[in-house]
């Protein structure tokens, strides 16, 4: 019998290193892809899909329920009740998403208030004397002549001697904010009202360099203006003021004046710059505001 002199091939060692360098490769190439999955693809998959679902609505305002009384306040009549809760909301408030809905409210009820004689615990009673006319009243009293005959259902300006008028507290203050679009009105430094915009003038374009941001500004109701619809200025004692539109001048640029919409038929001066609100608001301010009273002019 013939024997090979060739050296036997132990298979048995080497087929155990290759499978222990497969399973290293294996588990390598496993770890890759776990981490590569856990790392990228995973974090990839979940953004993709947050951003198919719907957002997720916010929790509910935890001051909704106290705005919710004073609405019911309001609804049943009892407005000093109703005012005194939205008044307390707005301090106390100031970040909750309904708070423009509270303003709106008190708003709207502070005006029904000074512009009636409906009564209210502020309201102080004033006994017309001999020798007092509207507008010595008015200074006596610290408010405005327009407030009185407004608040008192006044067809004129002649009082009687011992005529009953009565009189609200008028403290009040501005706040004219461009950016935001709003006029704020103060009454001894609390929220009485809010008015809208309608017409704000785009600041001009900055050249070549970043625009300035204008400082606060502290100023005062310098003056008041009415003017016919001939456009002629009036006061509070001629008839003609009836139908008039309004200014009430602060800082130059900062005019408040009556914007009547498009097709109302209300003719109105306007100045070459300022800040446009609705005739009725205007109107409003011109009956509340004093020349002296503080404004401030937010950037």
């Known amino acids: 019998m013939a024997y090979s002199n060739k050296p036997r091939i132990?298979?048995?060692?080497?087929?155990?290193?290759?499978?222990?360098?497969?399973?290293?490769?294996?588990?390598?190439?496993?770890?890759?892809?776990?981490?590569?999955?856990?790392?990228?693809?995973?974090?990839?998959?979940?953004?993709?899909?947050?951003?198919?679902?719907?957002?997720?609505?916010?929790?509910?305002?935890?001051?909704?329920?106290?705005?919710?009384?004073?609405?019911?306040?309001?609804?049943?009549?009892?407005?000093?009740?109703?005012?005194?809760?939205?008044?307390?909301?707005?301090?106390?408030?100031?970040?909750?998403?309904?708070?423009?809905?509270?303003?709106?409210?008190?708003?709207?009820?502070?005006?029904?208030?000074?512009?009636?004689?409906?009564?209210?615990?502020?309201?102080?009673?004033?006994?017309?004397k001999s020798g007092d006319v509207l507008n010595k009243v008015a200074a006596r009293m610290k408010t405005t002549p327009e407030l009185i005959m407004r608040s008192n259902n006044l067809a004129g300006t002649m009082l009687r001697i011992g005529q009953k008028l009565s009189i609200s507290p008028a403290q009040f203050s501005l706040i004219i904010s461009r950016r935001e679009r709003k006029v704020t009105l103060l009454n001894g430094g609390k929220f009485f009202k809010h008015y809208p915009m309608r017409s704000v003038p785009e600041p001009p374009a900055a050249t070549g360099k970043k625009p300035v941001v204008a400082p606060k500004i502290t100023s005062k109701v310098n003056e008041k203006i009415a003017w016919s619809a001939a456009g002629q200025r009036v006061t509070f004692a001629e008839k003609e003021y009836a139908g008039a539109t309004h200014w009430i001048v602060s800082s130059p640029g900062y005019t408040l004046y009556s914007d009547p919409e498009e097709g109302s038929g209300i003719k109105a001066t306007t100045p070459p710059t300022g800040l446009g609100l609705s005739p009725e608001h205007m109107e409003e301010l011109a009956a509340l505001l004093s020349r002296g009273n503080p404004v401030t002019i937010e950037p």
């Open 10 to 128: 132990r298979l048995g060692p080497l087929l155990l290193k290759g499978l222990i360098i497969l399973g290293l490769i294996a588990g390598i190439v496993g770890a890759a892809y776990y981490w590569t999955n856990e790392l990228f693809l995973r974090p990839q998959l979940a953004l993709k899909e947050e951003k198919r679902s719907p957002p997720e609505p916010p929790p509910p305002d935890p001051a909704l329920p106290e705005l919710e009384k004073a609405v019911a306040l309001q609804k049943s009549g009892d407005l000093v009740a109703a005012r005194a809760a939205f008044a307390e909301f707005v301090e106390h408030n100031a970040t909750s998403t309904v708070i423009n809905e509270a303003k709106d409210r008190l708003g709207e009820i502070n005006s029904d208030f000074y512009f009636s004689t409906k009564p209210a615990p502020e309201k102080e009673i004033y006994v017309v």
